[in-house]
């Protein structure tokens, strides 16, 4: 089995000015760049995971384990954890979504979004005899996001992933796509032992596309 993973110098397009909270409150340069560097972890972190969970067709006990260990800890890094969520629209309405998608490409043409659980099942159990996922991390990071209340903000994030995988020495499949994830910041206030009180940042990740407007 063979795994290979480059990840490349992240590129990334963050601007949020003007952006301002339900209270009226404008985020601070250093807020934004924590906003984005959370952004770029959480999806890095995806990436490098799922070449664990693919590995190779024919695992070992302790080799599917690990696996199911690491398909836990991709659904962590989304909203709903692979189930059913709430969330808050731009009009401020709260709605439940279904669990977040994943879409892949087969030769080029895109598949039906599946749920996040089934791809990652399915990642884990591909027929193949080797598996590489070359995971280009160039990440780029919508302009704007939109405040739903409450400290609350969907956008989205764009990265190209590549796939191959051979069966007896043949290349099987050979896919490369830009997809684009949806992106939900929640701030949350805390206050230390000293009485001062911070604002975390948490982030998850949604539904990831299939796109054809890279660029």
Same mark, same amino acid.
């Given at each position: 089995?063979?795994?290979k993973?480059?990840? @490349? =110098?992240?590129? /990334? /397009? #963050?601007?949020?000015?003007? @952006? ?25 972190? #995806? ?6 969970? =693919? ?12 696996? @199911?260990?690491?398909?836990d800890?991709?659904?962590?890094? #989304? ?7 709430? %969330? ?10 279904? =669990?977040?998608? &994943? ?8 598949n039906?979004?599946?749920? &996040?659980?089934? %791809? ?15 995971? /280009? ?8 996001l939109?405040?739903?209340?409450? $400290?609350?903000?969907i $956008?989205?994030? %764009? #990265? ?17 796509? =830009? ?7 929640e ?29």
């Amino acid at each position: 089995m063979k795994i290979k993973t480059f990840l @490349l =110098a992240f590129v /990334c /397009c #963050f601007s949020v000015l003007g @952006l301002y909270a339900q209270n009226g409150y404008e985020l601070s340069s250093d807020e934004r760049e924590t906003i984005e560097q959370r952004v770029i972890e959480k999806i890095d972190d #995806f990436l490098s995971y799922l070449p664990e969970i =693919a590995a190779k067709s024919n695992k070992s006990r302790a080799e599917k384990q690990l696996a @199911l260990k690491y398909i836990d800890k991709t659904l962590e890094l #989304f909203i709903g954890e692979g189930e059913d969520y709430q %969330y808050r629209d731009q009009n401020k309405n709260w709605r439940w979504h279904e =669990a977040v998608k &994943m879409q892949t490409t087969s030769r080029g043409i895109s598949n039906p979004p599946q749920p &996040m659980k089934r %791809y990652l099942r399915r990642l884990m159990a591909l027929p193949y005899h080797t598996v590489e996922i070359d995971t /280009c991390s160039a990440v780029r990071i919508n302009k704007k996001l939109h405040p739903t209340g409450d $400290g609350r903000y969907i $956008g989205s994030a %764009y #990265f190209i992933q590549a796939f191959r995988a051979t069966r007896d020495g043949r290349l099987i499949v050979n896919d490369k796509d =830009a997809k684009q994830v949806t992106i939900y910041v929640e701030s949350r206030v805390i206050e230390g032992p000293d009485g001062e009180r911070e604002i975390v940042w948490i982030i998850k990740l949604g539904d990831v596309r299939v796109i054809t407007d890279w660029g």
